[in-house]
């Protein structure tokens, strides 16, 4: 389940005893910026970006892009209790390079 699967799941479960009617006419929430697809596309990669909500707004906790020949990611999840898989390996604080992959993953950090 990625991170917006998580933050629905958390306010429904707080929110259970109050049934909210949506409204289908409403927009989905826009994924990513349009310079980050912008850069994405540009460099070929699939991208991959996690958003951690709060009462101030959204910040921008993963950013991942992939080929099958590199990945290059910038993560801040430390203060959370995920992590990016990739190739098996789990990442959660850091900025750098790995091997290619042909898929990334959101999971809950194994400890």
């Given at each position: 389940m990625?991170?917006?699967g998580t933050k629905v799941t958390?306010?429904?479960?707080?929110n259970r005893s109050q049934e909210e009617v949506v409204d289908d006419s409403r927009r989905d929430a826009t994924a990513a910026a349009a310079a980050e697809v912008s850069y994405a596309n540009e460099k070929d990669k699939n991208?991959?970006?996690?958003?951690i909500y709060t009462s101030a707004g959204r910040a921008m906790?993963?950013?991942v892009g992939y080929t099958p020949q590199a990945t290059d990611y910038s993560l801040k999840l430390a203060s959370t209790p995920f992590a990016i898989?990739?190739?098996d390996k789990q990442f959660q604080s850091s900025k750098g390079e790995t091997a290619g992959a042909n898929e990334v993953d959101f999971v809950l950090a194994s400890s």
């Open positions: 990625g991170a917006v958390v306010e429904y479960l707080r991208q991959m970006l996690a958003l906790s993963a950013s898989e990739v190739n």
